[in-house]
């Protein structure tokens, strides 16, 4: 059965630090999500990314977050300068098509821990 | 914003009947979907409910919608071990371009 893949399982970064996060959605999927979860807490949406743009993103998503759809395969997070506030599980998602019959699928998770 | 909410735990024995319940708040909802999450894996869709629907039955699984107020539960028939997990209780809106809305997950807890 088709799955969403991430790498890494688990990053450890220093404070200010950029990383990225990699995602390879579902291959015939036209949509790709990022959520967080903080320990403890809520899974919260992150951004949502169709045809090659953001098609919608929540307060959280600030100048430190991009995304990119680098090769066609690929869908990855980039956290330009790490806060300890960023450790988080992060999950991407992606789903076919829009519509009824038609839903998020979610990759495993990052384990993101900001020293 | 939109809210959802879910209680944080539940236990039950092994072959009781478990209800796990969910109260949302956006009017507009669409779909209502329950994923389960087990340790160190991602969160898998269990089985989701169109708006218009009050009830759907997969297998196990029984999902209610009370739409007037605003209540979604999950029942698991016949609970096994295997089935001790975080269950998340979700919402999309199609106005809000079907991001998800996830409540805080019930751990769920089967005692042989």
């Known amino acids: 059965e088709p799955e969403v893949t991430q790498t890494p399982s688990h990053q450890v970064t220093q404070m200010g630090q950029e990383v990225i996060l990699r995602c390879v959605p579902i291959?015939?999927?036209?949509?790709f999500y990022w959520y967080r979860q903080i320990l403890g807490q809520k899974v919260e949406f992150l951004v949502s990314f169709y045809n090659n743009e953001i098609s919608e993103k929540s307060e959280i998503f600030d100048d430190q977050f991009s995304v990119e759809r680098p090769d066609g395969s690929n869908f990855t997070l980039k956290i330009r300068s790490t806060k300890l506030e960023d450790s988080a599980m992060y999950f991407c998602a992606s789903k076919e098509r829009t519509g009824e019959g038609s839903w998020q699928f979610f990759g495993p998770g990052t384990r993101l821990t900001v020293l | 914003g939109e809210d959802v909410e879910q209680s944080l735990f539940l236990s039950v024995r092994e072959g009781d009947s478990s209800v796990i319940n969910c109260t949302y708040t956006?009017?507009?909802?669409?779909?209502l979907y329950w994923y389960k999450q087990e340790p160190g894996a991602g969160l898998q869709l269990l089985t989701y409910i169109f708006s218009n629907m009050d009830m759907k039955q997969d297998q196990r699984l029984t999902v209610l919608l009370n739409k007037k107020d605003k209540h979604l539960s999950l029942r698991i028939a016949d609970t096994q071990t295997g089935d001790s997990a975080i269950y998340f209780c979700?919402?999309?809106?199609?106005?809000?371009?079907?991001?998800?809305?996830f409540g805080g997950g019930t751990r769920l807890m089967v005692k042989p």
């Open positions: 291959s015939n999927h036209l949509y």
């Open positions: 956006d009017s507009s909802s669409t779909y």
């Open positions: 979700a919402e999309s809106d199609r106005n809000a371009g079907n991001m998800l809305t």
